[in-house]
């Protein structure tokens, strides 16, 4: 099996407070969330933050789709109830949609 990795980014709000809250709520993500990432074929979601950027490596299985995972959160209460909290520290990146939270980083390099 060949794993797909994405790259996507995402800014917070530039409040040091939230930003020390956000993170702190990532010390103790429930086993509900964990779960729900697995089951979407997610096997390595790893996040990284540069002052009120941050910058999400993801590598999937075959299973995965952004649709499926779309799909599987609105149907999860424990992940809505995730998701409304994180709008709270969370902002679009310059450049993205209203309202689109996460976005697809273009691959430029690769060794």
Same mark, same amino acid.
């Given at each position: 099996? *060949?794993? $797909?990795?994405?790259?996507?980014?995402?800014?917070?709000?530039?409040?040091? $407070?939230?930003?020390? +809250?956000?993170?702190?709520?990532?010390?103790?993500?429930?086993? +509900?969330?964990?779960?729900?990432?697995? !089951?979407?074929?997610?096997?390595?979601?790893?996040?990284?933050?540069?002052?009120?950027?941050?910058?999400?490596?993801?590598?999937? !299985?075959?299973?995965?789709?952004? +649709?499926? $995972?779309?799909?599987? !959160?609105?149907? *999860?209460?424990?992940?809505?109830?995730? +998701?409304?909290?994180?709008?709270?520290?969370?902002?679009?990146?310059?450049?993205?949609?209203?309202?689109?939270?996460?976005?697809?980083? $273009?691959?430029?390099?690769?060794?």
């Amino acid at each position: 099996m *060949n794993n $797909k990795r994405f790259a996507m980014a995402l800014d917070l709000v530039d409040d040091p $407070k939230m930003i020390a +809250e956000y993170e702190d709520h990532h010390t103790r993500v429930s086993a +509900e969330i964990k779960k729900s990432i697995t !089951d979407a074929g997610i096997t390595v979601m790893d996040i990284y933050r540069f002052g009120n950027r941050l910058f999400m490596i993801m590598e999937v !299985d075959d299973s995965f789709s952004f +649709e499926r $995972k779309d799909k599987m !959160d609105v149907g *999860n209460p424990a992940v809505q109830v995730w +998701e409304q909290l994180m709008w709270k520290y969370q902002q679009s990146i310059p450049g993205s949609k209203p309202g689109e939270k996460w976005v697809m980083m $273009k691959q430029i390099f690769e060794l």
